[in-house]
Nanobody, 114 residues
């Protein structure tokens, strides 16, 4: 009933920037919290950032000051602007929608390497 599709991943050199998008469809409520998570090879999935409909944001310490999460409720889309990328940011990035249960996108690969 809810579908999330991430896009914008790819290969970028250290210090570069990338913008991820997550388009939601189905039974979507713009008041619900959305966020981004990531999972690096051999590691657990971790929270990157969340955002409420009111614009309140929360960031992992590792990305605070470098990443910016935003949302366009009219388009049911959440974005993640990633700046000053580091090799340790390499991971599959997943979009998350919170409802009566959690909904996840399929993920988009971000690789930071020279």
């Amino acid at each position: 009933q809810v579908q999330l599709v991430e896009s914008g991943g790819g290969l970028v050199q250290p210090g570069g920037s990338l913008r991820l998008s997550c388009a939601a469809s189905g039974r979507i409520f713009s008041t619900n919290v959305m966020g981004w998570y990531r999972q690096a090879p051999g590691k657990q999935r971790e929270l990157v950032a969340t955002i409420t409909s009111g614009g309140n944001t929360n960031y992992a310490d590792s990305v605070r000051g470098r990443f910016i999460i935003s949302r366009d409720n009219a388009k049911n889309t959440v974005y993640l602007q990633m700046n000053s990328l580091k090799p340790e940011d390499t991971a599959v990035y997943y979009c998350k929608y919170t409802s009566t249960r959690y909904y996840w996108g399929q993920g988009t690969q971000v690789t930071v390497s020279s």
